[in-house]
């Protein structure tokens, strides 16, 4: 008798291969520039197929997407705008400290934290 999932493993990246890796925007984000300057990010959520399978038996419609909304602050956003395709984690991380004269250390802590949490909400990947 099982009690508990297993976990799935994650792949282990060792550091330099991480900030090596090119942050790539998804594209089904819509990006508004603010007149602040700021950004705010529309982007479907997916819904489980289950869900949406229960849904249209209940109802007889399709289930509309739905999506929700990510207004970045200032620094959000000068990150956001580095993320091109082209520069690594390392680069962008580079420039953000050049921009806002960061200690490179304090630098890699904000912009990874940041990257990690736009990957957790599908707004982003990664590619080697």
Same mark, same amino acid.
């Given at each position: 008798?099982?009690?508990? !999932? /297993? ?6 990246? =060792?550091?330099?291969?991480? %900030?090596?890796?090119k942050p790539?925007?998804?594209? +089904? ?32 419609a399709v289930?509309?997407?739905?999506? !929700? /909304? ?6 959000? =956003?000068?990150?956001?705008? %580095? ?7 390392? +680069? ?28 957790k909400r ?7």
């Open positions: 008798m099982v009690l508990f !999932k /297993k976990q799935r493993e994650h792949p282990k990246f =060792s550091r330099d291969r991480a %900030l090596n890796c790539v925007k998804n594209i +089904q984000v819509y990006e508004t520039r603010l007149e602040t300057g700021t950004v705010m990010l529309t982007y479907p959520v997916g819904t489980r197929p289950w869900v949406a399978a229960l849904i249209k038996r209940f109802s007889g289930q509309k997407p739905i999506t !929700k /909304k990510l207004e970045l602050d200032t620094l959000g =956003s000068a990150v956001w705008d %580095l993320l091109d395709g082209k520069r690594s984690v390392k +680069q962008v991380i580079r420039e953000f400290s050049k921009s806002y004269r960061l200690h490179s250390k304090e630098a890699e802590m904000s912009v990874t934290q940041f990257l990690r949490h736009l990957g599908g707004l982003i990947g990664f590619k080697e």
